[in-house]
């Protein structure tokens, strides 16, 4: 089928442009504000709006930065290097989820030192937050035309602008869906079944780590890279171990509450 008519440009002011990519920034941001604020209210958390909103921030700030040197340290640094003032056109693309996962981590260690806060209590209400940009960020990518999928002949597949004459998984779609929506009910899941700091954290790496590498078996591969050993993608050499690390820390944390339940005994 081909690619629906879809302007990436959702507003133009004169000069300036609007474009539905950074509109899911935005939305995901806000919405990631009340999902916090919820969780912090029914923990108790001693976290203020004005100091949710402080928290959004930093995060934010720690998605942006992290998510654009990850991308040029781990999918074009050879071109980045001829070229380092490339670095700074963000509006020209280039956001690596796995950087930005970094920059998000390192600003809640520097907020929970900060308010003197559990650095695992932010954690977990970052990554409870998290699906919900990774959600819509995918469908800015869908609305962009840009990483698509693999060839198919699967009915749905979908022509786009720049994927040749040939039908291709949307795979945007299949991460919007595994990474956002299935993501964030899995992660709220944990939050209130399994109420031990860094469950929902752990949940998060591992859920996003299967998800980000079954939906890489579809997707199609950054040209400037390939394949590694004729088969692994980039995203799945990153998520992979993402998927491990979560799966162990979450068994780690059922086994400690699973003692600490246990009665002493005489």
């Avoid at 950074?22 to 941001?29: A, E, K, N, P, S």
């Avoid at 400037?224 to 050499?237: A, E, H, T, V």
């Avoid at 171990?241 to 002493?264: D, E, H, S, Y």
Wanted: charged share 15%.
């Amino acid at each position: 089928m081909p690619f629906p008519a879809i302007d990436p440009v959702f507003l133009r002011l004169g000069p300036l442009q609007f474009r539905w990519y950074g509109l899911m920034y935005v939305l995901g941001f806000i919405i990631s504000y009340f999902v916090i604020r919820g969780e912090v209210r029914r923990k108790q958390l001693v976290l203020d709006n004005e100091g949710i909103a402080d928290l959004i921030f930093f995060l934010a700030l720690g998605v942006v930065l992290g998510g654009r040197l990850g991308y040029v340290l781990f999918y074009d640094l050879p071109a980045y290097l001829a070229k380092p003032y490339k670095i700074f056109f963000i509006w020209e693309g280039g956001m690596s989820f796995h950087g930005g996962l970094l920059g998000v981590g390192l600003a809640a260690i520097w907020f929970a030192r900060s308010r003197s806060i559990p650095f695992l209590q932010l954690a977990d209400l970052a990554a409870l937050a998290a699906p919900v940009g990774l959600g819509l960020g995918r469908i800015g990518n869908f609305i962009n035309g840009e990483l698509f999928g693999r060839p198919t002949s699967m009915p749905w597949g979908i022509i786009f602008p720049e994927g040749g004459a040939v039908p291709r998984h949307p795979s945007q779609l299949y991460e919007a869906f595994l990474e956002g929506l299935v993501l964030f009910f899995v992660v709220r899941w944990f939050a209130r079944r399994i109420p031990v700091s860094g469950s929902v954290m752990a949940a998060f790496m591992a859920g996003y780590g299967l998800f980000r590498s079954f939906v890489e078996l579809f997707r199609q591969p950054d040209s400037q890279l390939g394949f590694f050993y004729g088969f692994f993608s980039m995203g799945q050499l990153l998520s992979l171990p993402l998927f491990v690390v979560g799966t162990l820390l979450l068994i780690w944390l059922a086994r400690r509450k699973q003692t600490a339940a246990q009665p002493n005994k005489p």
